[in-house]
């Protein structure tokens, strides 16, 4: 089996185990309740009124008076009922030249039954339905009930005409009264579909950077990810689509999806030619040697460039700060020796005769480009309190140096003992 099959089965199994049905369409579960047996697609039954009853609002008023000696008494709260949605939905934009289009609901039921050896269980039962074409009219749909037995699970919407598309809302509602046992009139692994010809959400309006370079870099990110289209939005709920065959700008069906997926592409940290990053390298060079190490940095990015701009006194106390976080990143679990420590134990699973010092290369030990450039950058200003970026206010108590290390909380967390050796010494000069 591949790795990417594994992956789906894996995500396949915990998708049913916290939507459901674990057991198939017409599962039999043990548990008291379904509703601690799943946590996602669920909507509840419409419930009484969260407000205070009269007993409540009695034990309220019968506070003592208050006294020196006592003080006030302390109010009692009235415990208050979680709350669980009765409805979600979805908006997607149709073509204008559509006429029409379809929408399906489906949903488990589970009710009360006795096993073989007359235990009380839950039975699923599956439910739902399609809708014959609606047809593209601007106004409220009517209500549209979908499953015959179930008269109060019902979808609602709108439909509006927009100038280059028709926008359609649908709600999926449960409007049924609660009874016992209570989750016969829950909705489990509620879904709301609709069928089309869906074009592309129209985005809402956003300002543009008045930065140059960070307005290129949305410019390019909307070219590499201009066939990454949204089709729908969700309301109390994700959604999902399918694109139609062979395109990638309409869509033939958008769906809500209590358990959704996305694949995350992979991004790799862009490298600087000759630029040094090896942490051993810059943290033993000398104060002569290590801005030519940094000088490909420095010329290739508008950060670098600023961090240059500083005066000498500055630059050096960045110098001298980088070099001992440089030092104290080696002795990290995510950097340095551990890192190749930990490296040398996974290939001595398979080779026992490799050695600590043939994983002990720079690829273990190495910062990443823009992990310099925002330490180059932030190490003036830290070291330095009249630097332009200091605040001038009275309140200016807190220096902070922050820089994303693409390592999740642990790696983010470990810049900070370099950075408070860092600022002692780097502050005295």
Not at 303 to 324: K, P, Q, Y
């Amino acid at each position: 089996m591949s790795t990417y099959a594994l992956r789906e089965e894996f995500l396949e199994l915990v998708h049913r185990d916290l939507l459901g049905p674990a057991g198939g369409e017409r599962e039999v579960i043990t548990e008291d309740n379904v509703r601690d047996r799943y946590l996602l697609g669920m909507l509840a039954p419409l419930k009484q009124s969260d407000e205070p009853t009269c007993e409540q609002l009695d034990e309220l008023a019968e506070d003592g008076d208050d006294s020196p000696e006592e003080g006030s008494p302390e109010p009692a709260t009235p415990a208050s009922r979680s709350l669980m949605p009765s409805s979600f939905g979805m908006s997607f934009s149709l073509d204008p030249a559509a006429a029409s289009f379809t929408i399906e609901a489906h949903r488990g039921q589970y009710e009360r039954d006795k096993d073989a050896e007359g235990e009380n269980v839950w039975v699923r039962h599956p439910r739902g339905g399609a809708s014959a074409p609606v047809t593209l009219r601007e106004g409220s749909l009517p209500t549209l009930v979908l499953d015959r037995n179930c008269p109060k699970v019902v979808v609602r919407g709108k439909i509006r005409k927009r100038d280059s598309h028709w926008s359609v809302t649908l709600f999926l509602c449960n409007e049924q009264e609660e009874e016992r046992p209570k989750d016969t009139t829950w909705l489990f692994q509620a879904e709301l579909k609709a069928k089309g010809d869906l074009i592309r959400q129209t985005a809402p309006a956003a300002l543009s950077s008045l930065d140059p370079a960070a307005r290129g870099e949305d410019r390019i990110n909307e070219m590499l990810y201009r066939r990454q289209l949204g089709f729908a939005m969700g309301h109390g709920v994700s959604v999902d689509w399918t694109l139609a065959e062979g395109r990638w700008d309409r869509a033939m069906e958008a769906r809500t999806s209590a358990s959704p997926r996305e694949t995350v592409r992979g991004v790799e940290p862009g490298a600087v030619k000759d630029l040094v990053i090896d942490m051993q390298v810059l943290a033993s060079a000398s104060d002569g040697d290590l801005p030519g190490l940094l000088r490909p940095l420095v010329e290739s990015c508008p950060a670098g460039r600023r961090c240059a701009g500083s005066n000498r006194r500055g630059s050096f106390a960045a110098c001298v700060g980088l070099r001992r976080a440089g030092r104290i990143s080696l002795r990290q679990p995510s950097h340095g020796l551990a890192a190749s420590a930990r490296e040398w134990i996974q290939q001595k699973r398979t080779n026992p005769l490799v050695t600590l010092d043939e994983v002990d290369v720079p690829r273990n030990r190495s910062w990443r480009a823009f992990q310099l450039a925002f330490l180059l950058l932030n190490l003036p200003g830290l070291s330095r309190v009249d630097h332009a970026d200091r605040s001038t206010s009275h309140l200016a108590i807190a220096d902070l140096l922050w820089f994303p290390t693409g390592g999740g909380n642990y790696r983010a967390c470990c810049p900070s003992s370099p950075t408070r050796s860092v600022r002692r010494p780097a502050a005295s000069f």
